[in-house]
């Protein structure tokens, strides 16, 4: 039965897939499909991986100690018996031979639907076996992964369908190639940077908010996407039928033909559209009344370098180093890595500029996924310049390696989170420091731009103070906004009041594009508003003259600059400053 879930638009478009569920976030699993020719391998590694735990769980039987309790013997029994479970077993067996998923997305895939049926039993004690079910998996995907795969991941190896004949494959053409679309309760950043190479089509998480990181992450990848879909994850089931609708935010769940038809319609729209702008990718980014405007890109991998030069960037406004800081359980980049991603990112951008921002660890981007920070208020906690001036010597590991690789092109160095004057003393005479640092071994390194972003409500109000210090400044509005209304900008139950056309935001933004032309200092906005096209004539009302945003947002922004007069949008700006409710006002003049 059709039905439709709400939740929040993130990441713009329409995908149609079926739907693979994340299961539980503890079991870390690739996704990708194996050629058919790798199904029998593939079926005797799950074997392999099956048989490794029940000798285990034999040994530990055959060493218990008389003294031990009865219960724990009765419990090796039970997770034996699971072991062998039909159920388990063929289930995995169908998925790698009938959709040719891996051994280890193929137990996942068969732990979901078969604890879905222990969830709807009536008898407690068979309900309670579920646990005992996914610490029998868990176990089977922990021997699995000291056992390397025979297959690589391929990136676009073939897919399959089990089931023909659903109304769904028929309008799609056919079940063959099917697109996936995933649906979890919640991705980390990490995660999502892991889905950058695999084969999903969309998302729906349960949680999050417009400009948390996982969905930040989604828009730069392109793909559809809906987050804070509440119990999304509970509702829709493995392999449903799902209809994402980026732009409206709804995920439709087993669509009739109908629904699917009109989708499918939108979705070659799009796909016009999207041709339709590309054309404007040689188009110098110039006003009716002639104001050049720079239109730079948002990145979080130095291999993003190549979208960003695809999209006619002028630069990277903004690189989010932290990127290369997540998922590494503790052991962090050092001098060397960093600086062949910085150098990698800086080759790769051919000459144009490229913003590197110092970590911004904390808050909603963990370093490892799972981590629950135990302050009471991480988004106000020890994050960004927080974190780096807390630890100088990992700081200037990182301060080293831009320096080194702005020897390969021009860098601008940004730093997050600023406050206090103090901070930023502190923060420039760690970057004398670590050229010093350089100096003493002869190291080669380049000029660099210093920045600040602004995205605590002190620093937008001391703006004049931040300019004695720095080139250039970058407005984070995502955290400005999280910080100048104190709504958690990942909190799907208070998105409703994050608002980027609040007067007191609006206020805060326009006095530091103001400063920054009376001081002939560059001032670009580098959070979610930039790339928000509803946004873009008021901004440059306001007087700004450089977006950064994700690659995909520049051309659909280049045509609202193309068809602005900056002059006239000055005047309206004005007035809408003034005004009670200046989203009232938007579309005018
Ligand atoms: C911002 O806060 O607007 C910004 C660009 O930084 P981030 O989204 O990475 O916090
Ligand atoms: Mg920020």
Same mark, same amino acid.
């Given at each position: 039965?059709?039905?439709?879930?709400?939740?929040?638009?993130?990441?713009?478009?329409?995908?149609?897939?079926? @739907?693979?569920?994340?299961?539980?976030?503890?079991?870390?699993?690739?996704?990708?499909?194996?050629?058919?020719?790798?199904?029998?391998?593939?079926?005797?590694?799950?074997?392999?991986?099956?048989?490794?735990?029940?000798?285990?769980?034999?040994?530990?039987?055959?060493?218990?100690?008389?003294?031990?309790?009865?219960?724990?013997?009765?419990? =090796?029994?039970?997770?034996?018996?699971?072991?062998?479970?039909?159920?388990?077993?063929?289930?995995?067996?169908?998925?790698?031979?009938?959709?040719?998923?891996?051994?280890?997305?193929?137990?996942?895939?068969?732990?979901?639907?078969?604890?879905?049926? !222990?969830?709807?039993?009536?008898?407690?004690?068979?309900?309670?076996?579920?646990?005992?079910?996914?610490?029998v998996?868990?176990?089977? =995907?922990?021997?699995?992964?000291?056992? @390397?795969?025979?297959?690589?991941?391929?990136p676009?190896?073939?897919?399959?369908?089990?089931?023909?004949?659903?109304?769904?494959?028929?309008?799609?053409?056919?079940?063959?190639?099917?697109?996936?679309?995933?649906?979890?309760?919640?991705?980390?950043?990490?995660?999502?940077?892991?889905?950058?190479?695999?084969?999903?089509?969309? !998302?729906?998480?349960?949680?999050?908010?417009?400009?948390?990181?996982t969905?930040?992450v989604?828009?730069?990848?392109?793909?559809?996407?809906?987050?804070?879909?509440?119990?999304?994850?509970?509702?829709?089931?493995?392999?449903?039928?799902?209809?994402?609708?980026?732009?409206?935010?709804?995920?439709?769940?087993?669509?009739?033909p109908?629904?699917? @038809?009109?989708?499918?319609?939108?979705?070659?729209?799009?796909?016009?559209?999207?041709?339709?702008?590309?054309?404007?990718?040689?188009?110098?980014?110039?006003?009716?009344?002639?104001?050049?405007?720079?239109?730079?890109?948002?990145?979080?991998?130095?291999?993003?370098?190549?979208?960003?030069?695809?999209?006619?960037?002028a630069?990277?406004?903004?690189?989010?180093?932290?990127?290369? !800081?997540?998922?590494?359980?503790?052991?962090?980049?050092?001098e060397?890595?960093?600086?062949?991603?910085?150098?990698?990112?800086?080759?790769?951008?051919?000459?144009?500029?490229?913003?590197?921002?110092?970590?911004?660890?904390?808050?909603?981007?963990?370093?490892?996924?799972?981590?629950?920070?135990?302050?009471?208020?991480?988004?106000?906690?020890?994050?960004?310049?927080?974190?780096? =001036?807390?630890?100088?010597?990992? !700081?200037?590991?990182? =301060?080293?390696?831009?320096?080194?690789a702005?020897?390969?092109?021009?860098?601008?160095?940004?730093?997050?989170?600023?406050?206090?004057?103090?901070?930023? #003393?502190?923060?420039?005479?760690?970057?004398?420091?670590?050229?010093?640092?350089?100096?003493?071994?002869?190291?080669?390194?380049?000029?660099?731009?210093?920045?600040a972003?602004i995205?605590?409500?002190?620093?937008?109000?001391?703006?004049?103070?931040?300019?004695?210090?720095?080139?250039?400044?970058?407005?984070?509005?995502?955290?400005?906004?999280?910080?100048?209304?104190?709504?958690?900008?990942?909190?799907?139950?208070?998105?409703?009041?994050?608002?980027?056309?609040?007067?007191?935001?609006?206020?805060?933004v326009?006095?530091?594009?103001?400063?920054?032309?009376?001081?002939?200092?560059?001032?670009?906005?580098?959070?979610?508003?930039?790339?928000?096209?509803?946004?873009?004539?008021?901004?440059?009302?306001?007087?700004?003259?450089?977006?950064?945003?994700?690659?995909?947002?520049?051309?659909a922004?280049?045509?609202?600059?193309? #068809?602005?007069?900056?002059?006239?949008?000055?005047?309206?700006?004005q007035?809408?400053?003034?005004?009670?409710?200046?989203?009232?006002?938007?579309?005018?003049?």
């Amino acid at each position: 039965m059709t039905f439709s879930i709400h939740g929040l638009a993130v990441a713009r478009g329409i995908a149609i897939g079926r @739907a693979v569920l994340a299961v539980s976030s503890r079991m870390e699993v690739v996704h990708y499909f194996i050629e058919p020719g790798q199904v029998e391998a593939e079926i005797l590694r799950a074997r392999r991986g099956r048989d490794a735990v029940a000798e285990e769980l034999q040994r530990l039987q055959a060493d218990m100690p008389h003294d031990a309790p009865p219960e724990l013997a009765a419990l =090796l029994d039970v997770h034996l018996m699971l072991l062998q479970d039909e159920m388990l077993v063929n289930g995995v067996k169908h998925w790698i031979t009938d959709r040719l998923y891996n051994a280890e997305w193929a137990l996942t895939t068969q732990l979901e639907i078969i604890s879905r049926q !222990f969830d709807e039993m009536e008898d407690e004690y068979l309900r309670e076996r579920k646990a005992d079910l996914e610490q029998v998996v868990e176990r089977i =995907l922990r021997h699995m992964r000291g056992v @390397a795969s025979p297959v690589a991941p391929p990136p676009s190896a073939p897919r399959r369908q089990a089931e023909a004949g659903a109304e769904a494959e028929f309008l799609l053409g056919g079940a063959a190639d099917a697109p996936l679309v995933l649906v979890a309760h919640d991705l980390s950043p990490a995660d999502m940077l892991q889905f950058k190479q695999s084969v999903f089509a969309g !998302f729906v998480t349960d949680v999050g908010g417009k400009t948390s990181h996982t969905a930040i992450v989604a828009r730069s990848m392109d793909i559809p996407a809906v987050v804070g879909a509440r119990s999304a994850s509970q509702l829709v089931r493995q392999d449903d039928w799902v209809i994402i609708d980026g732009d409206a935010g709804v995920v439709i769940v087993d669509p009739t033909p109908i629904i699917l @038809a009109e989708y499918g319609f939108r979705q070659r729209q799009i796909t016009l559209e999207h041709e339709r702008l590309m054309r404007l990718r040689h188009t110098p980014a110039v006003t009716l009344d002639a104001q050049a405007i720079e239109l730079l890109a948002n990145i979080e991998q130095p291999g993003d370098a190549g979208a960003a030069l695809r999209a006619g960037a002028a630069g990277v406004g903004l690189f989010r180093s932290e990127f290369l !800081f997540m998922g590494r359980s503790g052991r962090l980049p050092d001098e060397e890595e960093q600086y062949r991603a910085y150098r990698e990112a800086v080759e790769g951008m051919q000459g144009l500029p490229v913003t590197i921002r110092t970590v911004d660890v904390g808050a909603d981007k963990p370093l490892d996924k799972g981590y629950k920070d135990s302050s009471l208020n991480p988004a106000l906690g020890l994050r960004a310049i927080r974190w780096s =001036l807390a630890d100088p010597a990992m !700081f200037r590991t990182q =301060l080293r390696a831009v320096l080194r690789a702005a020897a390969h092109g021009p860098v601008r160095l940004l730093f997050p989170m600023l406050a206090h004057v103090s901070e930023i #003393r502190q923060t420039l005479a760690q970057v004398d420091l670590a050229r010093a640092e350089l100096d003493a071994r002869g190291a080669a390194y380049g000029a660099v731009q210093l920045g600040a972003m602004i995205e605590v409500p002190a620093a937008a109000l001391m703006v004049r103070q931040f300019l004695r210090y720095f080139d250039f400044l970058s407005i984070g509005t995502n955290d400005l906004i999280q910080y100048a209304l104190a709504i958690d900008r990942a909190d799907e139950a208070v998105a409703h009041l994050y608002d980027p056309l609040h007067p007191a935001v609006l206020r805060l933004v326009a006095d530091v594009i103001a400063e920054g032309a009376r001081q002939g200092k560059s001032v670009s906005v580098c959070g979610e508003m930039a790339g928000d096209v509803a946004m873009t004539r008021l901004l440059l009302g306001l007087g700004l003259r450089s977006f950064s945003m994700q690659p995909a947002q520049i051309l659909a922004v280049k045509q609202e600059v193309l #068809r602005a007069d900056a002059r006239k949008l000055g005047e309206w700006a004005q007035q809408l400053l003034d005004a009670d409710d200046p989203a009232a006002s938007l579309q005018a003049p």
